[in-house]
Nanobody, 125 residues
Framework: QVHLVLSGGGSVQAGDSLTLSCATS?????????IGWFRQTPGKERDLVAA????????YYSDSVKGRFTISRDSSKYTIDLRMNNLQPEDTATYFC?????????????????WSQGTQVTVSS
């Protein structure tokens, strides 16, 4: 059974950094799925901000976070981490991770399953 548990989040000032961690339930889950990080604000759709392939060899970033966020896989902990640097107020959102179950290795929210619980990230100016 695929189970993703998200940790991290909180309230920070603009320019600060945070790391979110998406823990998988087993090595099998860690190796079997490409993972995406999403964020959502009230009244808006869940948007993909970063994705990483099964092997970790390919990554995707949305234009809004490119150069500031880094997604990575930690095979010693079976986690997929999202390092967020130079956070800005527009990064304020609820963040989720999810497993990709579509035909490629990343896509829209409808191509993901096994969503984690959300965590709030609030950035003050």
């Amino acid at each position: 059974q695929v189970h993703l548990v998200l940790s991290g989040g909180g309230s920070v000032q603009a320019g600060d950094s945070l790391t979110l961690s998406c823990a998988t339930s087993s090595e099998r889950t860690f190796s079997a799925y490409a993972i995406g990080w999403f964020r959502q604000t009230p009244g808006k759709e869940r948007d993909l901000v970063a994705a990483i392939s099964w092997s970790g060899g390919r990554t995707y970033y949305s234009d809004s976070v490119k150069g500031r966020f880094t997604i990575s896989r930690d095979s010693s902990k079976y986690t997929i981490d999202l390092r967020m640097n130079n956070l800005q107020p527009e990064d304020t959102a609820t963040y989720f991770c999810a497993a990709y179950t579509g035909p490629s290795w990343y896509g829209g929210a409808d191509q993901y399953s096994h969503w984690s619980q959300g965590t709030q990230v609030t950035v003050s100016s």
